[in-house]
């Protein structure tokens, strides 16, 4: 058990997607679907993601984390999609973001035995990046991080990729009873620091005290208020 230490509304989507990486479970022996409802600060939902992976005879994982929102005249539908081996080191991953009429693609190539990460936009350019012996995207990375947490362990600041370099920091927030559905359930709440070049976002994370950690609710303070994904049974 891990225990720690007693816009407008298209910006607000924008957002809300461009930190969901970091975010009724139907689970079987090889696979797990989680679904979320995306909702307003007053309850309303503005769509949905779902989160699910899929364990491979071959070893290792095939991971996807899909997002439908939107309001009239604005749609987001993004799409993320990765491969990592069983110690969740990323292999592969893909983002096809779709947010309004902008639209794009880029796909990640890790190469364990280089540390490189070469990074290439469809339609466009090539880069390659250094990267550590065992770097992981952001949706490897959540799944890591449910990892660590079901060992009783806080994964330290480290450099995530969703296709630039960002660093991700932790801190133990508190243990937190929520009511989910109608279900009540024990969860560790946590603050996370996300930074890039430009970006700097601070939300939280509360994960259930189960033995697969299940990512059961997530708080995004916004100019609008406070936004939340949240499980839905």
Known sequence: MFSMPSVTSARALLALAAVAFLFA?????REEILRYSI?????????????????????????????????????????????????????????NIEHGKRK????????????TVRRQTVGGGSSELPSEPCAR?????????????????????????????????????????????EQRMETDVLNITVKGKVA????????????TRTPVLVKLPLSMGLFAMELVR
């Not at 479970?25 to 022996?29: D, H, I, L, N, Y």
């Not at 005879?57 to 991971?63: A, D, I, T, V």
Request: charged letters at 20%; aromatic letters at 14%; glycine letters at 8%.
């Open 25 to 29: 479970a139907e689970k079987g022996p």
């Open 39 to 95: 909702n307003w600060p007053s309850g309303l939902s503005l769509g949905e993601a779902v989160l699910s992976r899929q364990n491979l005879e071959s070893g290792g994982f095939e991971l996807a984390f899909r997002i439908d929102a939107g309001i009239p005249g604005f749609q987001v539908i993004d799409r993320f999609t990765a491969r990592a081996t069983t110690s969740f080191c990323s292999q592969e991953f893909e983002k």
């Open 104 to 115: 794009s693609a880029e796909r990640s190539i890790f190469d364990a035995a280089t540390n």
């Open 137 to 181: 995207d952001a949706l490897t990375f959540l799944h890591f991080v449910r990892q660590e947490l079901s060992q009783g362990r806080l994964p330290p600041e480290t450099r995530v990729f969703f296709g630039a370099p960002y660093t991700v920091r932790f801190a133990y927030a508190a243990t937190q009873t929520l009511t989910i559905g």
């Open 200 to 211: 700097d976002h601070t939300f939280q994370m509360f994960f259930a005290r189960d033995p």
